[in-house]
């Protein structure tokens, strides 16, 4: 039996792997989830840094894999405060919202412009959500799309700004090349 020529092509990482890897960062978001910096009365809030491992994970994996994490990390998100109007609701706010994460493994090689990408289509999901089933939370005089574009950047903005700092030093510190 002749042994295999190495050609300095890895492997695919295996399915176990891959699994095992998306249960832990799900795991550590949803703990970094807990720690609330600042909540907002009909849901958002400021984290420490709990959409970080889904990114990574996007960035690490591929869209298609960080959808798929982000998606059931939305599910998992609604366990400490969950804020259900409507199927459709739920569907936009939890796993559209944080499956829309997985966008940043579009952008692989450049890590900070895949988290902007990711957490804006974040913010596309709440936004759409915010019109259509919590317009009624509009003040007199503001529209309804001026209210939900405000409501969500606001904390969506913080948790950006957060979000690509931390990168930001990963990427500097050349981290992310032992990842990507």
């Given at each position: 039996m002749q042994e295999p020529v190495m050609t300095g092509v890895r492997p695919?990482?295996?399915?176990?792997?891959?699994?095992?890897?998306?249960?832990?960062?799900?795991?550590?978001?949803?703990?970094?989830?807990?720690?609330?910096?600042?909540?907002?009365?009909?849901?958002?809030?400021?984290?420490?840094?709990?959409?970080?491992?889904?990114?990574?994970?996007?960035?690490?994996r591929g869209?298609?894999?960080?959808?798929?994490?982000?998606?059931?990390?939305?599910?998992?998100?609604?366990?400490?405060?969950?804020?259900?109007?409507?199927?459709?609701?739920?569907?936009?706010?939890?796993?559209?919202?944080?499956g829309a994460l997985g966008l940043a493994g579009f952008i692989q090689k450049q890590p900070l412009i895949g988290v902007a990408l990711g957490i804006?289509?974040?913010?596309?999901?709440?936004?759409?959500?915010?019109?259509?089933?919590?317009?009624s939370f509009a003040p007199e005089g503001i529209s309804p799309v001026t209210y939900s574009a405000i409501y969500n950047g606001s904390y969506l903005g913080v948790e950006l700004v957060i979000s690509a700092a931390v990168m930001f030093l990963l990427v500097k510190r050349r981290a992310l090349k032992t990842y990507l």
């Open positions: 695919p990482q295996s399915n176990v792997r891959v699994l095992a890897e998306a249960i832990m960062m799900i795991a550590l978001a949803g703990t970094l989830q807990l720690i609330k910096i600042f909540s907002l009365p009909q849901g958002g809030s400021v984290t420490l840094g709990s959409m970080i491992p889904i990114l990574l994970f996007a960035l690490r869209p298609k894999a960080g959808l798929m994490a982000g998606a059931i990390y939305g599910i998992v998100a609604l366990y400490p405060t969950p804020f259900i109007y409507h199927p459709i609701q739920f569907l936009l706010d939890y796993p559209v919202a944080f804006f289509g974040r913010f596309v999901a709440h936004f759409l959500s915010g019109i259509i089933f919590f317009a």
